[in-house]
């Protein structure tokens, strides 16, 4: 596909399998078009440049081809699109989405959360939700909740929702996480885990940072993509690897004794379960070896996955369609969603995006002091400072100008 830049003067090529990246000249007049589109100007309102939409479309093509930043600018740019063509980004009194008003108990979390969202659709869950949070000795907490309690509201959710003893979510040996297969036996098992995928995707269409990795065949999963053999690696490195031997082995794959069945174990009870109609008695031949270890692949991958991956799938594509998560791989999926947990505060960064009330200014000593300090922090100490300030405890993705949503830092 040829494509014209007037601006630059430039034509590239752009396929499935390009292997040349854009030329950074073309990644800036792409951003640039976005960002002319979601002018928010009287006069640029329609917007002489491309849509974000038809930018994002381009770029799916060939992903690894732009920045990881430039991707996120962009991804941002079409949440904002959708906010703005929704109404979402205005105040009700401006003419936007009325907010939507929750009580939780702290106590019980997420069965609150769930009574209160499970079920509402995305025209409710993308409007501003308004969190009262009650203590354990039945008092409402005081406070003004200007966004700050909304992130701390999704942030205990879906922390509550990852917790092993819910037996809604597992982890493989890395941490990383993905459905229970079991889940759908667990009661309301299956609505609770598209709940808690609709939170997820609320997290991500608001900017929030969450701390919740997943598995990377997972993630494929939500991309609307169907993972193969290659993603076994990343669910159960040892299956893999024993696959791969049976492959490539250079005996008669009959002498394995392998048949086209598969062993499952739920509560201690073993079933036994065919790949294909009349597999417990369809032996594993050189002939047949590949159909079986794809076959194999594709039971622990989604067939036992099932309906607990397509439940958490369906709730997160309510608000992020598979698209959008298609501009990254799985592991700048999970730096976008839980901002790269390793990476160190800016507070240049931050600085430059506080404001400040009460007679303050960026020159008062008590300001330059507090600056000072916060430089010589610790991480567990940055992190704590960030739960305090904004909710969430970790830092946002690639600059602090996200954050400013409802109102910017005041201090």
Known sequence: MKLHSPQQGIRWSLGHRCLSPVPFAVCDWAIHQAHTALSVSPQNRAGDGARPSSIASLIRTAPQ????????????????EDKRRGGWNLAHYDGGAAPIKITVRRSHLM?????????RGADVIKARLIITFINETGLSE????????????????????????????????????YPR???DKVELGVQLLEFLGTMVGKALYEGILINAPFAPFFVTRLQGRTPMFDD?????????????????????????????????????????????????????????????????????????LGRPAMAFTAGLVQLIPHTSLRLFNPLE??????????????????????????????????????????????????AALLKFVTSCSRAPLVVFSICSHPSPYTR
């Not at 081809?65 to 904002?80: E, G, I, N, Q």
């Not at 069965?111 to 079920?119: K, P, R, S, T, V």
């Not at 069945?261 to 594993?284: A, C, K, Q």
Request: aromatic share 10%; hydrophobic share 35%; glycine share 10%.
């Open 65 to 80: 081809s732009v920045p990881f930043s430039r991707r996120v600018d962009l991804f941002r740019a079409l949440l904002a």
């Open 111 to 119: 069965e609150d959360a769930y009574n209160a969202l499970g079920g």
């Open 142 to 177: 005081a406070g003004l909740d200007y966004g700050g309690l909304m992130k701390e509201f999704l942030e205990e959710v879906i922390k509550c929702g990852f917790n092993a003893d819910y037996g809604l979510m597992t982890s493989t040996a890395d941490g990383l996480a």
């Open 181 to 183: 297969p079991s889940a």
């Open 232 to 304: 076994l690696q990343t669910l159960d490195p040892e299956l893999h690897r024993s696959m791969t031997q049976v492959k490539n082995y250079d005996g008669d794959v009959a002498d394995l004794g392998l048949t086209f069945t598969v062993e499952d174990n739920f509560l201690g009870t073993s079933t036994s379960h065919p790949l294909v109609p009349g597999g417990d008695s369809m032996p594993v031949t050189n002939d047949n070896r590949l159909l079986y270890c794809h076959l194999l692949a594709d039971y622990h991958l989604n067939v036992k």
């Open 333 to 382: 999926f999970n730096e976008l969603i839980s901002g790269g947990g390793s990476a160190e505060l800016d507070v240049i960064d931050m600085r430059r995006w506080v404001t400040y009330s009460g007679g303050y200014r960026t020159d008062s000593t008590s300001i330059k002091l507090f600056w000072k300090v916060v430089s010589e922090f610790s991480p567990a100490e940055c």
